[in-house]
T-cell receptor
Framework: AQSVTQLGSHVSVSEGALVLLRCNYS??????LFWYVQYPNQGLQLLLK??????LVKGINGFEAEFKKSETSFHLTKPSAHMSDAAEYFC?????????????FGQGTILTVHP | GAGVSQSPSNKVTEKGKDVELRCDPI?????LYWYRQRLGQGLEFLIY????????KSGLPSDRFSAERTGESVSTLTIQRTQQEDSAVYLC????????????FGEGSRLTVL
């Protein structure tokens, strides 16, 4: 069984500041890890994914995440926040293989960016 | 269309009524998923279709929930005898079926049961 915990349901940063959204996972097998973003009135969109290759994963819009097995974490970061980054972010895990799309999601983190 | 299309976008129904939610996946995508998002909660997996294989129904919360898919096209999620706890946004996603993990989501159908 898998589970995902996102620390902080709301995160607020100033424009230009570092963005850090925290995600910890639990999985009985090597995980596949994902970050999805949901902009207002839009469907979820894949930001980046870890599938057992490089532990530092780069995604769209300047976001990146690092898989740390020892900490069971997959935190999402961006060096400098833009107003357009305001959205809800979801961390998710799957076991891969034929069940790769059967995702277990965290509860989401709403990111607010202040001018 | 270019993306996953869901209808209706909003549905208000009375407790005890049946509802049908429709999903039109991206053309050529063999895999189709239904998820549910209740207020303040993360997405919950409901059911998964892959080509002509038997669907994975392990996430359906009760026998009031069912889904069908015709070939590799449209899917319908049916909720019978709706209850207030069924109120949620129902999200459909499709993927190419390759082991990339990228799901393309629709905008969802918001169901409100009075």
């Amino acid at each position: 069984a898998q589970s995902v915990t996102q620390l902080g349901s709301h995160v607020s940063v100033s424009e230009g500041a570092l963005v850090l959204l925290r995600c910890n996972y639990s999985s009985s097998v090597p995980p596949y890890l994902f970050w999805y973003v949901q902009y207002p009135n839009q469907g979820l969109q894949l930001l980046l994914k870890y599938t057992s290759a490089a532990t530092l994963v780069k995604g769209i819009n300047g976001f990146e995440a690092e898989f740390k097995k020892s900490e069971t974490s997959f935190h999402l970061t961006k060096p400098s926040a833009h107003m357009s980054d305001a959205a809800e972010y979801f961390c998710a895990v799957s076991v891969g293989g034929t069940s790769y799309g059967k995702l277990t999601f965290g509860q989401g983190t709403i990111l607010t960016v202040h001018p | 269309g270019a993306g996953v299309s869901q209808s209706p976008s909003n549905k208000v129904t009375e407790k005890g009524k049946d509802v049908e939610l429709r999903c039109d996946p991206i053309s050529g995508h063999t895999a189709l998923y239904w998820y549910r998002q209740r207020l303040g909660q993360g997405l919950e997996f409901l059911i998964y279709f892959q080509g002509n294989s038997a669907p994975d129904k392990s996430g359906l919360p009760s026998d009031r929930f069912s889904a069908e898919r015709t070939g590799e096209s449209v899917s319908t999620l049916t909720i019978q005898r709706t209850q207030q706890e069924d109120s949620a946004v129902y999200l459909c996603a499709s993927s190419s079926g390759q082991n990339t993990g990228e799901l393309f989501f629709g905008e969802g159908s918001r169901l409100t049961v009075l």
